[in-house]
């Protein structure tokens, strides 16, 4: 069982940057793939980033490359979203999630992914 905890969001202007965090308890974080979510009113969840269980691996949303950065610190039980030049359209309330990591495993789709933080929100003024 794992439990996720997302904190960094907020208010932020066109072009700002925010960092997210997502926290997670027990001892097999370590274990599992990461991805970051996000939902704006009235659109689907979409994945925007997915780490690999080691951080060797990244994939990203191609709305978010090259802007985002996610990573983890397997020590501290944590992952990031570093999001940067930051659009209205990153408006949305954002969620980690723990899953598995397994070749052929489709990484953004939310089937693939077990557990889930609250979410926090995030909105880009223009």
């Known amino acids: 069982q794992v439990q996720l905890v997302e904190s960094g969001g907020g208010l932020v202007q066109t072009g700002g940057n925010l960092r997210l965090s997502c926290a997670a308890s027990?001892?097999?974080?370590?274990?599992?793939?990461m991805g970051w979510f996000r939902q704006a009113p009235g659109k689907e969840r979409e994945c925007v980033a997915r780490?690999?269980?080691?951080?060797?691996?990244?994939y990203y949303a191609d709305s978010v490359k090259g802007r985002f950065t996610i990573s983890r610190d397997n020590a501290k039980n944590t992952v990031y979203l570093q999001m940067n030049s930051l659009k209205p359209e990153d408006t949305a309330a954002y969620y980690c999630?723990?899953?598995?990591?397994?070749?052929?495993?489709?990484?953004?789709?939310?089937?693939?992914?077990?557990?889930w933080g609250q979410g926090t929100q995030v909105t880009v003024s223009s």
């Open positions: 780490i690999t269980p080691s951080g060797g691996t990244t």
């Open positions: 999630a723990a899953g598995g990591s397994y070749t052929g495993i489709i990484w953004f789709r939310e089937a693939s992914y077990d557990y």
């Open positions: 027990g001892r097999t974080f370590a274990s599992y793939a």
